[in-house]
């Protein structure tokens, strides 16, 4: 299938839905709800047309002068853009014009059709719009009549070479269940008021990828985000460790953790998950990896204050390029957003390490996980990241400051390879961090417990506390037996 002959829908996201465009002289048609995009998705179309070629807008709703102020908008107009209006126009509201233009009488609408084809034949277009081409139903006599001229209309610009697109305005009183049967292609939008969704439900060809995807209309345009899907086949990669930096650290991990592999940093707040998962990144980054750190809680700024007052050095790493932070402002991104700009970080810039700052905020900032499980699409983006060989890390609160023991407050301890849990604890009136490690999927692991400092001189991993036991109860002693001796026997 590499051979077929594509034609870009000018929408790079959905390029990708649709594994490289539209077939060459397929029609395809663009359904959704008033406001979901239609025209400006057309007019993307139109706009991608290649030197050479020319478009061709059959407008049959709104008036001329408003599409081109919309493509002007957009920036999507050109000279290869041509317009040919069939909605009535207001000095066309006479008695005689509306007979002329309406009446079912005359039921072939010769005036119409030959418009059509006379502009057609001129022009020889190799992009058509018809938007939208509902509105077509009202020029004919009736269902059967609507039909054998869409597809006598279809067949026509085929025949031409063009590739044509169409829009569909879905209303409850205006059903176009013919008009998905007669089309090759069908993609649907929607809105809700979380987010935009887009989805190929038909295409007669190579399959496409699987929605619904994310997608806006902003300023610039349409903006399609194809929704994360893991690979068939993961790709070869070297196997290998990221070091911390901090020998008594990378000992309770055997080492470190292991490349394309997922772990979560466990613990209430306070305890560190955030720094000690950056001391992984501030070594990957020196080893001239390049990471990215999602962070979905807390600033920017605040994380590069931290890393500064305990000699991690973010900033240094952000001006060497090694390390890009992305901020995600409540509500500013959606999920799938968020998964395509890990995705191309991946693809593009050759990313090693990422780091998703916070489970909480990710679930609770994010929109579009409709009635999708959060914890599902974390999984996604930790089977992606696996198959692709690179080291994800995640950082999850527990809300137990001491007490009963919980590595997570979700039930997705499954996502991950790995768990280190980092908790407080109360020993002789003073309150104190330690460090252990839960799981390892790849490797053996120190099953004890440190003592985990935060300085200005950056992080202390302590020696294993054997003296102490119920550490993990928030509320410790001290066990004399385990205390060592000091009389040399």
Aim: proline share 4%.
């Amino acid at each position: 299938m590499s051979d077929i002959s594509r034609e870009s829908t000018g929408i790079e996201g959905l390029d990708r839905v649709l594994g490289g465009g539209l077939l060459e002289r397929q029609n395809a048609l663009v359904r959704g709800p008033p406001g979901a995009g239609k025209t400006v998705f057309g007019l993307h179309f139109l706009a991608a047309a290649g030197d050479g070629e020319e478009s061709l807008y059959i407008n049959f709703g709104e008036p001329t002068e408003y599409v081109k102020r919309t493509a002007d908008h957009f920036d999507l107009n050109s000279d290869s853009l041509h317009f040919l209006e069939l909605a009535p126009t207001a000095e066309q509201f006479t008695e005689e014009e509306m007979y002329t233009l309406f009446s079912s009488a005359d039921v072939e609408q010769p005036s119409l059709i030959n418009e059509v084809r006379d502009t057609v034949e001129e022009l020889q277009p190799d992009r058509v719009l018809i938007d939208p081409i509902t509105e077509f139903r009202f020029l004919t006599a009736d269902e059967h009549q609507f039909r054998s001229q869409i597809m006598g209309l279809i067949d026509f610009l085929r025949g031409k070479g063009a590739t044509v697109l169409m829009t569909s305005q879905v209303a409850s009183d205006l059903s176009d269940t013919d008009l998905r049967f007669l089309t090759d292609v069908i993609i649907d939008l929607d809105r809700t008021p979380d987010a935009w969704s887009i989805d190929v439900t038909k295409f007669r060809g190579p399959s496409v990828k699987r929605g619904p995807h994310g997608y806006e209309v902003t300023d610039d345009g349409v903006e399609v985000w194809p929704r994360l899907v893991p690979t068939q086949e993961p790709v070869d990669f070297e196997p290998g460790t990221v070091s911390s930096g901090v020998p008594e650290l990378d000992q309770l991990l055997s080492g470190g953790l292991q490349r394309g592999t997922v772990t979560f940093f466990s613990g209430p707040t306070g305890a560190g998950k955030t720094t000690t998962s950056l001391q992984f990144v501030k070594e990957a980054a020196s080893r001239g990896n390049q990471s990215l750190i999602l962070s979905f809680e807390e600033s920017k700024r605040t994380m590069l204050q931290r890393s500064e007052a305990l000699n991690i050095g973010l900033s240094h790493m952000l001006d060497e390029g090694t390390v890009e932070i992305v901020e995600a402002r409540p509500d500013e991104y959606t999920i799938d957003q968020v998964t395509n700009m890990i995705e191309t970080a991946v693809t593009e810039d050759d990313v090693g390490v990422v780091l998703l700052d916070g489970f909480q905020g990710f679930k609770q900032n994010l929109r579009g996980f409709g009635d999708e499980d959060p914890v599902d699409y974390l999984s996604s983006i930790g089977r992606y990241l696996r198959e692709m060989g690179v080291t994800t890390m995640v950082t999850n609160e527990v809300h137990q400051i001491t007490g009963e023991f919980r590595v997570t407050e979700e039930a997705m301890s499954n996502v991950a390879d790995n768990i280190v849990f980092l908790r407080h604890l109360e020993y002789q009136g003073s309150i104190d961090k330690v460090i252990g490690v839960l799981k390892m999927r790849t490797s053996d692991f120190e099953d004890t417990l440190r003592r985990l400092d935060f300085t200005e001189y950056g992080i202390s991993v302590g020696e294993p506390l054997t003296e102490l036991s119920g550490i993990l109860t928030g509320t410790p002693t001290f066990d004399t037996s385990k205390q060592p001796r000091t009389d040399g026997s």
